[in-house]
């Protein structure tokens, strides 16, 4: 057995089934961060929740840090109410973002994650298996629920050869992404193995798991080998350490080998992590900023070899060196060696530990300036100025050409004289965390709610026959940061539907939400038409919640990424997908979807009926039997209380 068929048999019932069908995954630990995780505990709320059920469940506070007003504040206390009440762990504010805290603190070779954010599979560098979904799906698994999916198929890569000099792991993964784009992985878990695992750090690997989640992977998983051990016991948790590498004669889905020795540094240019090109083609380029941090770059490695680069030397004045730690832990690592002391000789520019300009919660760009960040994507306009340009690159790549103030192939610098970089035994506050209380204290602990706090709102079961307009007409690869942007304006409105409503599609078409609005006030909902990949990247349900408070009531595309269509189908909208070979989409804004036979469609029972503007068009309603129960009840919520009705009655 490979490693990825291993950790799923361990946690399903039965035998393993063939790829594409339904799995129940049983679920060990949980990560929300703070701009899912409120939707979460407001979920955990309305289910009436008494404590987790999860063996670990963890909650960190990273992503809207800005406290421009009472907003955020107010969810960071929330969380951490939230948190004592359903005997969470919780990291506040300032200890720093959650993947690679997780990968520290809690991580276990051999459990399952699933999280609220669509990087989980960082931790799968310890060899579990984890899994980003939406903030529901979470929440479920934190009830006590397993996991509804379905099997992936397991893509082996086999490592071989060591990195050459100026090159690091996020070089490799955006290897991967020059080779096989942001759809890439889709439906697959990746598996590393082979002989260049060896020269691979943990942190390393949490690089390439981290951004597996840019090719569509499922997930991404390496052994729990040697250095998983010697990671574990550095951080004083060798116990949790278990072997779990693949059977030497292991077979795989697809098998792929990629030789480390060969890669050169690469680098994603604008707006997508699938743009990929070898750093030496955009050689030259002036820039505005070099951002050095984020969960795809967030080992003491990735600080450390940046202040090597720069040690001695001053960043131009017209260049933003922004320096992100990933934790606190690190800040005090990097301060003990004397790197921070480098960085900030350099010119650098030191923010609070979290994720920070990553999702365009500050750091925005001069305009028309060019951004490099070690940040695992770059859709447009998701560092908070639009028309942006960032370009997503190595530590390496980035303090090179923070020092020439233009983009610099790093294999240019002396990497003798800048020599190896060695990574001291980390800073560990354990008690950096709120602890779980006991039950009897947790019982006692009122949710401490602000005022921009709103219960979510209450949708209607699915009727058996919709006409919708359509009211938007999307390109392909849409991602979730267009559908409901993210940023310093947005964020603090994670916990207020109707608020954040207001900005859906915002850089797509401004005018979308009045037409919604329109529809809406006559009593109609509407549809929207997608490209391929529709709703790829982040985990956000806002990005299906917030279109659905709107009316939204079916998407139909070529194809719709895995995370969003379990969202919509969460919140009761139809994902619908176009036969191969139907008419497209094109040009068909303001026509009139009609659906019928809906409940028969969805129960698997009859055929569906699609027309635009009465035309007959051949669209797939693919749904397990879950997600169509779910879809039924005009979603998940609605699902969990028809079925406790009915138990009480
Ligand atoms: C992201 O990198 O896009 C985020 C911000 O971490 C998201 C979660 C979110 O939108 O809150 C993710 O990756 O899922």
């Given at each position: 057995m490979n490693v990825a068929k291993h950790l799923i048999s361990d946690h399903v019932e039965g035998d393993l089934p063939p790829p594409g069908e339904p799995i129940a995954l049983r679920i060990d630990q949980t990560l929300t961060q703070d701009a899912t995780g409120t939707l979460v505990m407001l979920t955990l709320e309305a289910l009436g929740l008494e404590r987790t059920q999860a063996e670990l469940s963890a909650q960190y506070i990273d992503h809207n840090l800005i406290q421009e007003d009472h907003r955020n504040p107010d969810d960071h206390l929330f969380l951490l109410s939230a948190a004592r009440r359903y005997g969470l762990h919780c990291a506040p504010?300032?200890?720093?973002?959650?993947h690679p805290l997780h990968q520290r603190y809690f991580g276990r070779p051999g459990a399952t994650l699933l999280g609220s954010d669509s990087h989980t599979p960082a931790a799968g560098a310890l060899g579990m298996l984890a899994i980003g979904a939406g903030g529901l799906d979470v929440a479920m698994a934190i009830a006590g629920e397993p996991y509804q999916t379905v099997m992936p198929e397991i893509w082996g890569v086999r490592l071989t050869g060591e990195l050459p000099p100026g090159c690091s792991a996020k070089d490799a993964i955006l290897e991967m992404l020059r080779r096989h784009g942001v759809d890439g992985g889709n439906g697959r878990i990746v598996e590393y193995h082979g002989p260049g695992l060896e020269s691979l750090s943990a942190m390393d690997r949490h690089v390439m798991a981290n951004m597996g989640t840019e090719l569509g992977a499922v997930t991404s998983v390496f052994p729990s080998d040697g250095e998983v051990r010697r990671f574990l016991e550095s951080e004083g948790r060798g116990a949790d350490w278990v072997e779990i590498v693949a059977a030497q004669d292991a077979t795989y889905d697809h098998e792929e080998e990629l030789d480390l020795s060969a890669i050169e540094p690469m680098i994603a240019t604008p707006s997508s992590p699938g743009n990929v090109v070898p750093v030496r083609d955009v050689a030259g380029e002036e820039i505005y900023q070099a951002y050095i941090g984020s969960s795809a770059n967030p080992g003491f490695r990735d600080f450390a070899v940046a202040a090597r680069i720069v040690e001695g030397r001053r960043v131009p004045p017209q260049v933003s060196l922004d320096i992100n730690p990933s934790s606190r832990d690190l800040v005090a690592d990097l301060s003990r060696s004397g790197h921070l002391f480098a960085l900030l000789e350099a010119g650098a520019r030191l923010h609070q530990a979290g994720c920070n300009g990553c999702i365009g919660m500050g750091q925005a760009p001069a305009s028309g300036r060019n951004s490099l960040r070690t940040v695992p994507r770059n859709f447009p306009g998701r560092s908070g100025t639009s028309e942006d340009a960032v370009f997503l690159c190595s530590p390496e790549t980035a303090a090179a050409s923070a020092l020439a103030g233009r983009i610099t192939d790093p294999r240019d610098l002396d990497w003798d004289g800048i020599g190896a970089v060695e990574v001291p035994e980390p800073t560990r506050t354990p008690d950096a965390f709120e602890r779980p209380l006991p039950l009897e204290k947790a019982r006692e602990v009122e949710l401490v709610k602000g005022p921009n706090i709103a219960s979510l709102p209450d949708f209607d079961a699915l009727p058996d026959a919709m006409e919708l307009p359509i009211l938007l007409v999307a390109e392909d690869d849409i991602s979730t940061d267009g559908i409901m942007p993210a940023g310093a304006e947005v964020l603090p409105f994670r916990s207020n539907i109707p608020r954040i409503a207001d900005f859906v599609f915002r850089d797509v078409d401004p005018e979308y939400v009045a037409r919604a609005k329109a529809a809406r006030s006559e009593g109609d909902g509407h549809a929207v038409i997608g490209g391929r990949n529709y709703g790829q990247g982040s985990s956000r349900e806002h990005a299906a919640l917030a279109p659905r408070h709107l009316g939204l009531r079916a998407v139909a595309a070529q194809s719709i990424a895995r995370i969003h269509r379990t969202n919509l189908i969460n919140y009761g909208i139809v994902p619908l997908t176009f036969e191969e070979g139907a008419a497209g989409p094109g040009g068909r804004r303001d026509a009139v979807l009609a659906l019928s036979n809906l409940a028969a469609a969805v129960a698997g029972t009859g055929a569906l009926s699609a027309r635009i503007d009465g035309e007959e068009v051949a669209m797939r309603l693919d749904l397990s039997e879950p997600e169509a129960e779910i879809l039924a009840a005009g979603g998940r919520v609605n699902r969990f209380r028809d079925r406790q009705a009915r138990r009480a009655g």
């Open positions: 504010p300032g200890h720093g973002v959650s």
